[in-house]
């Protein structure tokens, strides 16, 4: 019986614990907002962008619409549920958590039709800048994340943002 109060109360403790790390960790982490991001990717739009590592500029632009766009219209395939309501809710959690993504960045979304490899550069991000802006105008009912499942718009809008970010992070300005 003193085992079994002392187990409970190390995991009292520990879950407790964890509580507060994960409050305190949201609290210090600067989430970027959507308007922050279309200011950035409105400045992109003069820049000379190459990649690092990856993609083309162009192709991680229109990648970055077709997710954007998938949210308000559904995505082409889909995760098992299981998956959505087991590892991809907890890798959401993770990275927002963490305030940063990191994935494959050169995985396409499933079933999401093959993007050319070159194209204009700005083209793509405007159309990535009005997809963003349609998202915050939209008024309908959201779709499950291929992965995530049910996620409210503004846990989408963090995820759209995370998301830009971990793949900007491969783009330099030359």
Not at 96 to 110: D, K, Y
Request: glycine letters at 6%.
């Amino acid at each position: 019986m003193k085992k079994r109060r002392l187990l409970t109360g190390a995991l009292v403790v520990a879950a407790v614990s964890a509580a507060g790390l994960v409050t305190y960790r949201k609290s210090t982490v600067e989430i970027t907002s959507v308007e922050r991001m279309l200011a950035q990717l409105k400045d992109l739009k003069s820049k000379v962008l190459v990649a690092h590592s990856g993609w083309a500029p162009y192709k991680v632009f229109v990648h970055l619409a077709q997710s954007v766009q998938y949210s308000m219209t559904g995505y082409p395939e889909m995760k098992p549920a299981l998956f959505q309501h087991t590892a991809g809710s907890a890798a959401f959690f993770a990275f927002s958590v963490a305030g940063a993504m990191r994935h494959n960045l050169t995985e396409p979304i499933p079933g999401a039709p093959a993007i050319a490899d070159d194209g204009s550069v700005n083209d793509a991000i405007i159309l990535l800048i009005n997809t963003l802006q349609q998202f915050q105008q939209y008024q309908g009912n959201l779709h499950p994340h291929f992965a995530y499942g049910m996620l409210s718009k503004d846990d989408y809008a963090h995820a759209h943002v995370m998301h830009i970010e971990n793949h900007l992070m491969e783009i330099g300005i030359t």
